[in-house]
T-cell receptor
Framework: DAKTTQPNSMESNEEEPVHLPCNHS???????IHWYRQLPSQGPEYVIH???SNVNNRMASLAIAEDRKSSTLILHRATLRDAAVYYC??????????????FGQGTILTVHP | SAVISQKPSRDICQRGTSLTIQCQVD?????MFWYRQQPGQSLTLIAT?????????ESGFVIDKFPISRPNLTFSTLTVSNMSPEDSSIYLC??????????FGAGSRLTVL
């Protein structure tokens, strides 16, 4: 499976934007880029995903490099509730690996008041 | 999105015993997964729970240790057999939504003494 590389940790101040990077240089043409986050003492929750184009939803934006070898999750205004571990995951579009998520270590985001 | 209920939410068990974790979903889903999260670690996929057939296990996980049942499209169980302290983890059930993202339960925190 293609792997992702994320910084171990990042810090932000409340109400400031946060840019969480992810490198995935071995991504294949059919891999979707998914982001999940895990709040303390909870299961992971879906944040956003994309294939080639930038994506926006109510939680965040996903900026995907033109060569798809990296992406950035953007939280436009961080809140204390956004403190979590953020996982960048490559998900195959089909085949025997379809449906599975392979979690890396993720980025621990700390948000300061 | 689907609502997942896991029971028990936490338990403390003795070495050598077995514990069955239940996962109830409020809607019919095709694909269900069981993950393990060891202390301080990321999530690792244990198996895919297949309705009406044997589960598909990932490398390093075997049916004798982690038997899984999936009697219908809304329910699954994971048993952790002959437990040892190394089995102390959070076990999470997840389902694939029609949108192809995964929804996770809150997890079952198991401590083995």
């Amino acid at each position: 499976d293609a792997k992702t590389t994320q910084p171990n940790s990042m810090e932000s101040n409340e109400e400031e934007p946060v840019h969480l990077p992810c490198n995935h240089s071995t991504i294949s043409g059919t891999d979707y880029i998914h982001w999940y986050r895990q709040l303390p003492s909870q299961g992971p929750e879906y944040v956003i995903h994309g294939l080639t184009s930038n994506v926006n939803n109510r939680m965040a934006s996903l900026a995907i490099a033109e060569d798809r070898k990296s992406s950035t999750l953007i939280l436009h205004r961080a809140t204390l509730r956004d403190a979590a571990v953020y996982y960048c995951i490559l998900r195959p579009a089909g085949g025997t690996s379809y449906g599975k998520l392979t979690f890396g270590q993720g980025t621990i985001l700390t948000v300061h008041p | 999105s689907a609502v997942i209920s896991q029971k028990p939410s936490r338990d403390i068990c003795q070495r050598g015993t077995s514990l069955t974790i239940q996962c109830q979903v409020d809607s019919q889903v095709t694909m269900m997964f069981w993950y393990r999260q060891q202390p301080g670690q990321s999530l690792t996929l244990i198996a895919t729970a297949n309705q009406g057939s044997e589960a598909t296990y990932e490398s390093g996980f075997v049916i004798d240790k982690f038997p899984i049942s999936r009697p219908n499209l809304t329910f699954s169980t994971l048993t952790v057999s002959n437990m040892s302290p190394e089995d102390s983890s959070i076990y999470l059930c997840s389902v694939q939504e029609p949108s192809n993202v995964l929804t996770f339960g809150a997890g079952s925190r198991l401590t083995v003494l």
